[in-house]
């Protein structure tokens, strides 16, 4: 049975924007609104601009994410919003590292269970000196650094799937086809499309 929201999480720089890129093509829209690029050549990061804004700012302040808007609110927007993309019920994605810390993914899967909805978990994993070295030329490296620590504090979480952002690199048919058969999708059009967003290439 297809997960009514697909929660993409992983460190800063680890790849977690991709897998979220190829959740969204596969059926399972990542965002209402986009931020824009830090830089001109610099890619969406496909999270929702609401979200990664009061996620960001929960973690300056040391607060739980769930303590400063009302999430059952934001999840209604998300699924009216989905509307729009899929034309099989009301769905949606959301990416976030910093879903890792503290008791934020518990609290998460506990209101999502009072609305009745089916959450996936993806973590996403790339060695740690990779992660480093793509953040070191990144703007912004030492708030990178800072979320990663709290990650990285806050320990192992649970997921439903583990993906590694370098074989989904290597092997993005694969992989993603793989990916699918887990979320239920069966459309090999979505599931093509979304192994050649992998390939293109990224900064």
Known sequence: MRPDVVLVSGPCRSGSAAVAEVVHVLGWPMGSTFLAPVAPDFRFDWEDAELTLRMGASVMCGRDPLDLFDFHSYVKARLEHSKAFCVTGQRFGMKSGLFCIGATMGRIECELAAMRLRLFVIAVRRPKEAVEASIARQPGASVMRRWNA?????????Y???????RLVRFPSSEVALLAARLGVDDPVAVSEAAIRVVIPRS
Do not use: M
């Open 160 to 166: 439903d799937y583990e993906i590694d952002y370098d």
């Open 150 to 158: 709290a990650i990285e504090e806050s320990g192992p979480h649970p």
